[in-house]
């Protein structure tokens, strides 16, 4: 079965610095993977995705994932934190053939600006 | 109108009671799903309706009752659920790929927040 490893509960950086927000996924056969964030009281919004096209995906708010077979990662990175930044990160895979109709998630990844 | 909304966005209710989460899609998609959101919990994926069929049921309690009645609309109707039952149902909305076509990502409502007394 499909599943993605989100390492690190939690993340805290300071402002202007990196963010990196490490997952793993399990497959044998390259996913879709996806990220997404979620601010308090909120849903979920898709922040980038990856689909074979391309192994370095730029998302929104300056986020960008980098898809590495030989690693079987998809870590999302980016250059400088904002305060607006603070929030739940999701790691999230969907499988291919009969198990194309789910969307399986990681833990999640809260991560917290530093002033 | 934004394009998944669920309603109400918080609920209270007694073990005994009934209610119903409601959903309703305007993205013109045609795959619809359940997630349960608890505290300290990876998300888990209770439903899913492809063209108003039922194609996932996560072994979810039968207290649990979800229903498709269109490609636009999902409701989760709620029977004498217990306190751990307690969390953020998300409903959300994608294009069915099981023709093998797109990523299928999912677009997420705000949740409803359920306590159960």
């Known amino acids: 079965a499909q599943s993605v490893t989100q390492l690190g509960s939690h993340v805290s950086v300071s402002e202007g610095a990196l963010v990196l927000l490490r997952c793993n996924y399990s497959s044998s056969v390259p996913p879709y993977l996806f990220w997404y964030v979620q601010y308090p009281n909120q849903g979920l919004q898709l922040l980038l995705k990856?689909?074979?096209?391309?192994?370095l995906v730029k998302g929104i708010n300056g986020f960008e994932a980098e898809f590495k077979k030989s690693e079987t990662s998809f870590h999302l990175t980016k250059p400088s934190a904002h305060m607006s930044d603070a929030a739940e990160y999701f790691c999230?895979?969907?499988?291919?053939?009969?198990?194309?109709?789910?969307?399986?998630f990681g833990s999640g990844t809260r991560l917290s600006i530093r002033p | 109108e934004t394009g998944v909304t669920q309603t109400p966005r918080h609920l209270v209710m007694g073990m005994t009671n009934k209610k119903s989460l409601k959903c309703e899609q305007h993205?013109?998609?045609?795959?619809m799903y359940w997630y349960k959101q608890s505290a300290k919990k990876p998300l888990e994926l209770m439903f899913v309706?492809?063209?108003?069929?039922?194609?996932e049921n996560n072994s979810v309690p039968s207290r649990f009752s979800p229903e498709c009645p269109n490609s636009s609309h999902l409701f989760l109707h709620l029977h004498t659920l217990q306190p751990e039952d307690s969390a953020l149902y998300l409903c959300a909305s994608s294009q069915d790929i099981r023709g093998g076509s797109g990523s299928g990502e999912l677009f997420f409502g705000e949740g409803s927040r359920l306590t159960v007394l």
């Open positions: 999230a895979v969907r499988g291919l053939g009969s198990s194309a109709s789910k969307i399986i």
């Open positions: 990856y689909t074979s096209a391309a192994t």
């Open positions: 993205l013109g998609h045609n795959a």
């Open positions: 309706y492809n063209f108003k069929e039922q194609t």
